[in-house]
């Protein structure tokens, strides 16, 4: 096998590619400071237990996993960041009150996520500690779309769901409290038919049970589907608490482009608690943003914190937007001469490209458009334009 090939779903960023991410982070990030939020950085690797003490059997299956050379304990690649900002929260800086938080960094997954999914993430994100409200939750669904608004993405749609709507209906169940998850798998991909088949794998399963799950696979659409909702599924306190809590959300946001599926649940049974939504826009196949409210999160570091945020892929973000233009640079030929230098320095302390040709040698530049150079005229070096 050739050194250079790389491991499946993992690939190199090139020049202008990546320029263009990183100026997207350096966006994004501003952005978040502007409300509030306060950069952490935890480490790309840590203890195993600590990665997954949020409990989603998912991310267990998604984190590459490795022996510490020096302690002999068993270590994570992080393959989300929530938890470790969780943590951070949670045990370090161990505030009384509303705490916001920001971040970006690579994260690993073992496994693709999708067909056309990357194994390396560049995830950003914020996450927002302390408040149980509604109103933490409208304010990170807005950072949400600004952020796709900086970035350049028109018409963005939000998808709302509540995961309490389904675990209402598997908790009013005994025969499904140890399968909930699975069942939460086939409410993603709406099986029908497995969920019309529960009975034959789990004869307990009540024939209601089934008529509401069967229903949920069918709860998609406008914010119409709430109303909906109310009418076709069991009148339990836990669904109508969660159908209420959407149309607060949808309310406090009018203008919006709203759509509710209360069957796309992800890994919701064992990470979020209330209220997720998803965000899409023209040109990328999945969701760019995910984000809900996870309360209880800091438990297994000491505090159980009411907390909601989101996170988004800025390599994936990046992919769908239109080719980013060149920069526009200047080129300079090679020379010692004083005066050269000193005009060289002074361009480029006013933020000018300016890239001086190396003797005997050309170039191909994949980020900058060379427009002017530098010559020398009349004993003088002057910036003309290249036509």
Request: with cysteine; glycine share 8%.
């Amino acid at each position: 096998m050739s050194t250079w090939l790389l491991p499946e779903s993992l690939a190199d960023v090139l020049p202008a590619e990546a320029r263009r991410i990183e100026e997207l982070r350096r966006v994004l990030l501003d952005l978040y400071r502007t409300y509030g939020y306060e950069l952490v950085a935890p480490p790309l690797v840590e203890y195993l237990d600590s990665l997954l003490s949020s409990g989603s059997s998912d991310l267990a299956l998604r984190t590459c996993k490795l022996v510490d050379q020096l302690s002999g304990r068993s270590l994570g690649v992080r393959a989300d960041m929530t938890p470790q900002v969780s943590r951070i929260d949670a045990h370090l800086l161990n505030r009384e009150g509303v705490t916001r938080l920001c971040y970006c960094g690579s994260v690993l997954h073992a496994r693709p996520a999708g067909l056309l999914s990357d194994r390396e993430l560049l995830q950003i994100g914020v996450e927002l500690f302390g408040h149980a409200g509604h109103e933490a939750d409208i304010e990170i669904i807005e950072l949400a779309l600004e952020s796709m608004g900086r970035a350049g993405l028109a018409e963005a749609r939000v998808d709302l769901n509540h995961p309490g709507v389904a675990r209402a209906i598997l908790d009013a169940d005994p025969a499904l409290a140890q399968v909930g998850e699975t069942v939460f798998e086939l409410l993603s991909v709406k099986d029908r038919p497995a969920l019309e088949g529960l009975q034959q794998r789990w004869p307990e399963v009540q024939s209601t049970t089934v008529d509401a799950l069967v229903a949920l696979v069918s709860l998609y659409g406008g914010a119409d589907v709430v109303d909906r909702a109310r009418r076709e599924l069991p009148a339990l306190p836990a669904i109508a608490a969660a159908l209420d809590s959407l149309e607060t959300l949808m309310r406090a946001l009018p203008g919006h482009a709203f759509s509710v599926d209360l069957a796309d649940l992800g890994g919701a049974y064992g990470y979020h608690s209330a209220a997720v939504f998803s965000i899409y826009a023209q040109g990328w196949h999945e969701a760019v943003v995910r984000g809900g409210r996870y309360d209880g999160m800091g438990r297994e570091f000491g505090r159980a914190r009411p907390a909601t945020g989101f996170s988004l892929d800025l390599r994936k973000l990046s992919s769908g937007l239109p080719p980013a233009p060149l920069a526009s640079a200047i080129r300079a030929p090679w020379s010692s001469d004083p005066a050269l230098l000193q005009m060289l320095r002074a361009l480029r302390d006013s933020g000018e490209i300016v890239i001086q040709m190396l003797p005997g040698q050309s170039q191909r530049l994949d980020e900058f458009h060379v427009d002017r150079e530098v010559a020398l005229e009349e004993g003088k070096w002057l910036v003309r334009e290249i036509h």
